[in-house]
């Protein structure tokens, strides 16, 4: 069994485990801890079923359809597709945040506001970073 199967079937668990506690625990842990108890079994239970599955398909794979599969990962063309992609969804990304950031000055409450803020920044900062990883590399 390989390594990624092991800390995927883990991650389920885990998953499981996070989603009991938020259960067993309501009503003895502030609404927010319950929330993101279920938020991150739900974000694991994603992360791990996903890959869980794709070994399983692969699993079932031809050796050649195995490597017509990698030489489809690694062609240039798939390649662009997947960065241009990326960078579109980075697009709607900020633009969701601009949407919440103003969203929270109509509403005005203070602890959201703060961190949309810091959200935004650091999306800017990683924007810029990647901007100039990018460019060196071209």
Known sequence: MKKKTIFAALGLVLALGLWLAALFLDGRIPDGVGGALF????????????????????????????????????????????????LKSWYWTLYLLWGLFFLTLVLERGPFFALITITIVLHCVFYLINLGLVAREM
């Open 39 to 86: 938020g991150l079994g739900g974000a694991l239970l994603g992360v791990c079923g996903t890959a869980l599955i794709g070994d399983r398909i692969e699993s079932r794979m031809t050796p050649e359809e195995r490597r017509e599969l990698e030489r489809g990962e690694r062609d240039e063309r798939n390649a662009a597709i997947r960065d241009r992609a990326a």
